[in-house]
């Protein structure tokens, strides 16, 4: 089981994702420094990913979009900040246009990827930091597929739970 | 932020705190039905079965889009979902991309030594 632990913190809007892998640092740096690579991992197959510019140096940018079962493309860009190769990636992810421009109405967030060489290969670390929360539904409203009853049904067990099914405020329900 | 996330989750609750609503939205989640065809399963008055489509259109759970001369309801449930469920999914999606990352490094290994 590659991920090895996994960090929410609600406050700060901030996912961090650890993962050991048997291959040196140098050899994991490929597949984000190799855009043919960097496709192969970035979408789940049902949303694949087309790199289209690809420089990762510090100012650089990493374009790319992701095509749906439907053929809907979604496009997102990185602004490369800071490069340690083989050890530290630091870049902004934003949501972008058909033309690779940035949408400034729409929140981006910020990532740091380091690799650490370790006894059995790399200690891989994935930081995510959303500006928003918009942002993050943004983000698992373009590559996450979910039962969308799901919510609902867990609302039911709760006020199930707590015994005030149709008692839940006090308030008579307003309906006018 | 967090004042606004609990007024929002306020007005959700309320929303939802009625089992016709519930059950409104939960049918409505998939293909989305006409307010006609929705009040003809409960035992109540179209009027009152619109009304509860109303509340839950004004808390965003559920969009009514114009096809003809019908009005086809359609559950949004994007706001059902809390800060921790949104991270819980991304982290989902993650343990995916980690796998296929794993994947990736697995083919490197000398032709052979896997089939």
């Known amino acids: ?176 | 932020m967090k004042g606004l996330l609990d007024d929002e989750a306020d007005a959700l609750f309320q929303a939802l705190a009625d089992r016709t609503r519930r059950d409104i939205v939960r049918r409505v989640a998939g293909e989305g039905l006409s307010v006609s065809d929705l009040a003809a399963d409960y035992d109540m008055s179209f009027a009152a079965v619109q009304k509860h489509v109303a509340v839950l259109e004004r808390v965003g759970l559920v969009t009514k889009r114009r096809v003809g001369r019908r009005q086809i309801a359609h559950a949004e449930v994007g706001p059902l979902r809390t800060i921790t469920s949104l991270l819980t999914e991304l982290e989902d999606h993650w343990v995916e991309r980690v796998q296929r990352i794993d994947d990736l490094l697995a083919e490197d290994e000398p032709a052979g030594s896997r089939d």
């Open chain 1, 1 to 176: 089981m590659p991920v090895t632990d996994t960090f929410h913190d609600e406050e700060t809007l901030t996912l961090t994702i650890v993962a050991e892998f048997a291959a040196s640092p140098q050899r994991v740096w490929d597949i984000y420094a190799d855009p043919r690579q960097l496709e192969q991992i970035w979408g789940p197959p049902t949303y694949p990913a087309t790199v289209v510019d690809h420089s990762l140096e510090p100012g650089g940018r990493v374009t790319y979009f992701m095509t749906s079962p439907e053929g809907e493309r979604f496009c997102g860009l990185w602004e490369v900040t800071a490069v340690d190769r083989f050890t530290r990636l630091e870049f902004r992810d934003y949501f972008a246009d058909e033309d690779f421009t940035i949408v400034e109405s729409m929140p981006g967030s910020s990532c740091v990827y380091t690799f650490e060489a370790t006894e059995t290969g790399t200690r891989a670390t994935y930081e995510s930091v959303f500006d928003s929360v918009e942002g993050l539904r943004t983000v698992i409203e373009m590559g996450v597929v979910e039962g969308s009853t799901g919510a609902i049904n867990q609302i039911d067990g709760l006020l199930a739970r707590s015994g005030t099914a149709n008692r839940a405020n006090s308030q008579p329900s307003e309906l006018s």
